[in-house]
Protein backbone atom coordinates (compact mmCIF):
# COMPACT_ATOMS: atom_id res chain seq x y z
CA UNK A 1 0.00 0.00 0.00
CA UNK A 2 1.44 3.22 -1.40
CA UNK A 3 0.55 7.15 -1.26
CA UNK A 4 2.02 10.02 -2.42
CA UNK A 5 2.07 13.81 -1.90
CA UNK A 6 1.15 13.57 1.83
CA UNK A 7 1.96 17.41 2.70
CA UNK A 8 1.66 18.47 6.61
CA UNK A 9 0.70 22.02 6.66
CA UNK A 10 1.13 24.89 10.15
CA UNK A 11 0.99 28.67 9.91
CA UNK A 12 2.63 30.35 12.92
CA UNK A 13 4.32 34.13 13.90
CA UNK A 14 7.83 33.59 13.79
CA UNK A 15 8.53 34.19 17.12
CA UNK A 16 6.73 30.44 17.60
CA UNK A 17 8.66 28.43 15.33
CA UNK A 18 9.87 26.25 18.31
CA UNK A 19 6.48 25.47 19.02
CA UNK A 20 5.67 25.06 15.11
CA UNK A 21 8.46 22.44 14.59
CA UNK A 22 7.19 20.60 17.60
CA UNK A 23 3.62 20.32 16.51
CA UNK A 24 5.26 18.90 13.03
CA UNK A 25 7.11 16.44 14.87
CA UNK A 26 4.33 15.30 16.96
CA UNK A 27 2.28 14.25 13.63
CA UNK A 28 4.53 13.04 11.72
CA UNK A 29 5.22 10.63 14.83
CA UNK A 30 1.79 9.71 14.60
CA UNK A 31 1.81 9.50 10.96
CA UNK A 32 4.86 7.20 11.35
CA UNK A 33 3.09 5.24 14.17
CA UNK A 34 0.11 4.73 11.60
CA UNK A 35 1.61 3.83 8.70
CA UNK A 36 3.47 1.16 10.51
CA UNK A 37 0.54 -0.24 11.99
CA UNK A 38 -1.13 -0.20 9.00
CA UNK A 39 1.31 -1.37 6.13
CA UNK A 40 2.20 1.63 4.21
CA UNK A 41 5.44 2.10 3.75
CA UNK A 42 6.70 5.85 3.98
CA UNK A 43 10.34 6.56 1.21
CA UNK A 44 11.69 8.53 4.08
CA UNK A 45 14.57 9.50 1.98
CA UNK A 46 11.76 11.89 0.09
CA UNK A 47 10.82 13.09 3.09
CA UNK A 48 11.39 17.28 3.27
CA UNK A 49 10.30 20.14 4.98
CA UNK A 50 10.41 23.72 3.66
CA UNK A 51 9.68 27.16 5.87
CA UNK A 52 7.86 29.33 4.33
CA UNK A 53 7.79 33.44 4.51
CA UNK A 54 9.30 37.25 3.90
CA UNK A 55 12.52 37.25 2.80
CA UNK A 56 13.01 39.21 6.11
CA UNK A 57 11.93 37.22 8.08
CA UNK A 58 14.16 34.54 6.57
CA UNK A 59 17.23 36.19 6.73
CA UNK A 60 16.65 36.68 10.42
CA UNK A 61 16.23 33.21 11.55
CA UNK A 62 19.10 31.02 13.41
CA UNK A 63 18.54 27.61 11.20
CA UNK A 64 21.37 26.14 13.07
CA UNK A 65 19.05 26.52 16.37
CA UNK A 66 16.21 24.81 15.35
CA UNK A 67 15.06 22.16 16.63
CA UNK A 68 15.55 18.99 13.88
CA UNK A 69 12.97 17.48 12.24
CA UNK A 70 12.62 13.29 12.63
CA UNK A 71 11.04 10.43 10.82
CA UNK A 72 12.07 6.70 11.87
CA UNK A 73 15.16 8.22 13.03
CA UNK A 74 15.98 9.96 9.93
CA UNK A 75 17.01 14.12 9.94
CA UNK A 76 14.68 15.54 7.41
CA UNK A 77 16.40 17.92 5.02
CA UNK A 78 15.47 21.01 5.12
CA UNK A 79 14.81 22.44 1.30
CA UNK A 80 14.28 26.59 0.35
CA UNK A 81 12.41 25.12 -3.39
CA UNK A 82 9.62 21.98 -3.37
CA UNK A 83 7.69 20.98 -6.26
CA UNK A 84 3.84 20.71 -5.08
CA UNK A 85 0.87 19.90 -7.89
CA UNK A 86 3.30 20.70 -10.99
CA UNK A 87 4.16 24.23 -9.43
CA UNK A 88 7.60 25.12 -8.20
CA UNK A 89 7.24 26.52 -4.64
CA UNK A 90 10.27 29.21 -3.23
CA UNK A 91 10.58 29.65 0.70
CA UNK A 92 10.21 33.71 0.35
CA UNK A 93 7.03 32.76 -1.66
CA UNK A 94 8.91 34.01 -4.83
CA UNK A 95 7.85 32.71 -8.41
CA UNK A 96 11.35 33.72 -10.24
CA UNK A 97 12.03 29.41 -10.71
CA UNK A 98 8.73 28.61 -11.35
CA UNK A 99 8.74 31.51 -14.89
CA UNK A 100 12.04 30.19 -15.19
CA UNK A 101 10.94 26.74 -15.94
CA UNK A 102 7.76 27.87 -18.08
CA UNK A 103 10.13 29.96 -20.40
CA UNK A 104 12.60 27.48 -20.80
CA UNK A 105 9.92 24.60 -21.87
CA UNK A 106 8.35 27.19 -24.13
CA UNK A 107 11.44 28.44 -25.85
CA UNK A 108 12.02 24.58 -26.74
CA UNK A 109 9.67 25.37 -29.63
CA UNK A 110 13.24 27.27 -31.13
CA UNK A 111 13.99 23.32 -32.83
CA UNK A 112 10.92 23.29 -34.90
CA UNK A 113 11.72 27.13 -36.57
CA UNK A 114 12.88 25.53 -39.75
CA UNK A 115 9.45 23.25 -39.82
CA UNK A 116 6.95 26.06 -38.52
CA UNK A 117 8.28 28.43 -42.39
CA UNK A 118 6.35 25.84 -44.19
CA UNK A 119 3.49 25.02 -41.99
CA UNK A 120 -0.30 27.79 -42.21
CA UNK A 121 -0.68 29.57 -39.29
CA UNK A 122 -3.57 27.43 -38.07
CA UNK A 123 -1.54 24.93 -37.74
CA UNK A 124 1.33 26.16 -35.91
CA UNK A 125 -1.65 27.46 -33.94
CA UNK A 126 -2.48 24.58 -32.75
CA UNK A 127 0.80 23.08 -32.26
CA UNK A 128 1.37 26.05 -30.09
CA UNK A 129 -2.07 25.95 -28.22
CA UNK A 130 -1.78 22.37 -27.70
CA UNK A 131 1.99 21.40 -26.71
CA UNK A 132 3.29 25.16 -25.46
CA UNK A 133 0.20 27.18 -23.95
CA UNK A 134 -0.18 24.85 -21.71
CA UNK A 135 2.66 25.63 -19.81
CA UNK A 136 1.05 29.25 -19.38
CA UNK A 137 -1.95 28.70 -18.49
CA UNK A 138 -1.35 25.91 -15.24
CA UNK A 139 -1.43 27.24 -11.99
CA UNK A 140 -1.13 30.71 -12.96
CA UNK A 141 -4.28 31.84 -11.39
CA UNK A 142 -2.27 30.97 -8.18
CA UNK A 143 0.88 32.98 -9.07
CA UNK A 144 -1.06 36.24 -8.73
CA UNK A 145 1.48 38.18 -7.03
CA UNK A 146 4.40 37.58 -9.86
CA UNK A 147 6.10 41.21 -10.42
CA UNK A 148 6.32 43.34 -13.04
CA UNK A 149 9.48 41.90 -14.35
CA UNK A 150 8.69 38.16 -14.35
CA UNK A 151 5.40 38.87 -15.84
CA UNK A 152 7.57 40.41 -18.70
CA UNK A 153 9.52 37.77 -19.04
CA UNK A 154 6.79 35.30 -19.31
CA UNK A 155 5.26 37.89 -21.94
CA UNK A 156 8.31 38.01 -24.45
CA UNK A 157 7.80 34.26 -24.19
CA UNK A 158 4.10 34.49 -25.69
CA UNK A 159 5.13 37.32 -27.64
CA UNK A 160 8.17 34.65 -29.12
CA UNK A 161 5.36 31.85 -29.92
CA UNK A 162 3.35 34.84 -31.63
CA UNK A 163 5.83 35.15 -33.69
CA UNK A 164 6.50 32.08 -34.67
CA UNK A 165 3.01 31.28 -35.91
CA UNK A 166 3.39 34.16 -38.01
CA UNK A 167 6.92 34.00 -39.82
CA UNK A 168 8.10 37.66 -38.13
CA UNK A 169 11.32 38.63 -37.03
CA UNK A 170 12.13 38.75 -33.49
CA UNK A 171 11.67 43.11 -33.85
CA UNK A 172 8.21 42.89 -35.69
CA UNK A 173 5.46 44.55 -33.97
CA UNK A 174 2.48 41.87 -33.19
CA UNK A 175 0.29 44.09 -30.95
CA UNK A 176 -2.69 43.33 -33.47
CA UNK A 177 -2.00 39.81 -34.05
CA UNK A 178 -3.57 38.46 -30.38
CA UNK A 179 -7.17 39.86 -31.67
CA UNK A 180 -6.43 37.59 -34.77
CA UNK A 181 -5.87 34.68 -33.14
CA UNK A 182 -8.18 35.03 -30.17
CA UNK A 183 -5.36 34.73 -27.67
CA UNK A 184 -5.02 36.66 -24.48
CA UNK A 185 -1.64 38.04 -23.65
CA UNK A 186 -0.21 36.93 -19.93
CA UNK A 187 -1.72 39.11 -17.27
CA UNK A 188 -5.50 39.05 -19.58
CA UNK A 189 -4.48 35.21 -19.08
CA UNK A 190 -4.01 35.36 -15.58
CA UNK A 191 -6.74 37.50 -14.71
CA UNK A 192 -9.02 35.43 -16.87
CA UNK A 193 -8.20 32.24 -14.67
CA UNK A 194 -8.36 34.33 -11.37
CA UNK A 195 -12.02 35.28 -12.32
CA UNK A 196 -12.64 32.00 -13.98
CA UNK A 197 -11.41 30.29 -10.26
CA UNK A 198 -13.72 33.03 -8.62
CA UNK A 199 -17.07 32.09 -10.47
CA UNK A 200 -16.37 29.07 -9.62
CA UNK A 201 -16.53 29.72 -5.65
CA UNK A 202 -18.85 31.99 -5.65
CA UNK A 203 -21.40 29.35 -7.64
CA UNK A 204 -20.43 26.60 -5.99
CA UNK A 205 -19.89 28.00 -2.50
CA UNK A 206 -16.79 25.68 -2.16
CA UNK A 207 -14.23 25.43 -1.22
CA UNK A 208 -15.52 26.91 1.96
CA UNK A 209 -12.31 28.49 3.11
CA UNK A 210 -12.19 30.13 0.21
CA UNK A 211 -15.43 31.24 -0.40
CA UNK A 212 -15.34 32.60 3.07
CA UNK A 213 -13.46 35.12 1.81
CA UNK A 214 -15.87 36.40 -0.47
CA UNK A 215 -19.01 38.19 0.37
CA UNK A 216 -21.20 40.61 -1.50
CA UNK A 217 -22.24 44.44 0.10
CA UNK A 218 -25.62 43.94 1.16
CA UNK A 219 -26.67 46.57 -0.77
CA UNK A 220 -25.60 44.48 -4.09
CA UNK A 221 -27.69 41.10 -3.37
CA UNK A 222 -29.98 42.00 -6.69
CA UNK A 223 -28.81 40.37 -9.69
CA UNK A 224 -27.29 43.86 -10.59
CA UNK A 225 -24.93 45.85 -9.42
CA UNK A 226 -22.86 42.93 -7.65
CA UNK A 227 -19.82 44.43 -5.87
CA UNK A 228 -17.65 42.00 -3.00
CA UNK A 229 -16.18 43.72 -0.19
CA UNK A 230 -12.94 44.38 -0.29
CA UNK A 231 -11.17 42.94 2.78
CA UNK A 232 -9.38 45.87 4.65
CA UNK A 233 -5.17 45.16 4.13
CA UNK A 234 -2.06 47.37 5.13
CA UNK A 235 0.71 45.14 3.23
CA UNK A 236 1.49 44.91 -0.27
CA UNK A 237 1.73 40.69 0.21
CA UNK A 238 -1.86 40.65 1.11
CA UNK A 239 -2.99 42.88 -1.84
CA UNK A 240 -1.30 41.08 -4.06
CA UNK A 241 -2.61 37.68 -2.89
CA UNK A 242 -5.50 36.06 -4.91
CA UNK A 243 -8.22 37.00 -2.59
CA UNK A 244 -7.83 41.13 -3.04
CA UNK A 245 -6.82 40.64 -6.25
CA UNK A 246 -10.14 38.37 -7.42
CA UNK A 247 -12.34 40.82 -5.66
CA UNK A 248 -10.91 44.06 -7.61
CA UNK A 249 -10.57 42.27 -10.79
CA UNK A 250 -14.68 41.38 -10.07
CA UNK A 251 -16.33 44.43 -8.90
CA UNK A 252 -14.45 46.01 -12.35
CA UNK A 253 -16.45 43.86 -14.37
CA UNK A 254 -18.99 45.02 -16.59
CA UNK A 255 -22.10 43.96 -15.84
CA UNK A 256 -22.88 41.75 -18.63
CA UNK A 257 -20.19 39.69 -17.30
CA UNK A 258 -20.86 39.61 -13.72
CA UNK A 259 -24.45 38.67 -14.03
CA UNK A 260 -24.05 36.03 -16.05
CA UNK A 261 -25.46 32.02 -14.54
CA UNK A 262 -23.36 29.51 -16.30
CA UNK A 263 -19.66 28.96 -16.15
CA UNK A 264 -19.87 28.37 -20.53
CA UNK A 265 -21.10 31.97 -20.71
CA UNK A 266 -18.87 32.98 -18.38
CA UNK A 267 -16.20 31.99 -20.16
CA UNK A 268 -17.33 33.62 -23.39
CA UNK A 269 -18.78 37.14 -22.31
CA UNK A 270 -15.52 36.79 -19.90
CA UNK A 271 -12.74 36.12 -22.62
CA UNK A 272 -14.47 38.76 -25.37
CA UNK A 273 -14.07 41.32 -22.63
CA UNK A 274 -10.57 40.89 -21.78
CA UNK A 275 -9.73 40.78 -25.46
CA UNK A 276 -12.07 44.51 -25.99
CA UNK A 277 -11.46 45.48 -23.04
CA UNK A 278 -9.90 49.02 -24.28
CA UNK A 279 -13.67 49.33 -26.20
CA UNK A 280 -15.83 49.43 -22.81
Avoid at 20 to 25: E, N, R, V
Avoid at 72 to 99: A, H, P, Y
Avoid at 259 to 276: G, M
Amino acid sequence: MFADDLNIYISEDPSNIESALTKIQEDLNTINSWSTQHGLKLNYSKCKYIIFGHDRVLCNLDYTALQPLVLQEVLLNRVDTIKLLGLTLQNNLSWTKQVNLICNQVNKIYCLKSVFAYLPCSVKKTIIQTAVFPNFNYGIAAMANINYVQNNKLQRAENLCVKYIFNLRIDDRIYDKYKILHMLKIRDLQEFRILNVLFSILKNKTPEYLNDQFTFFQSSTRQQNKVLVLPTHKTEVYAQSFTVKAIKLYNNLPEIVKTTTTAAVFKKRLKDYLLNKNDY
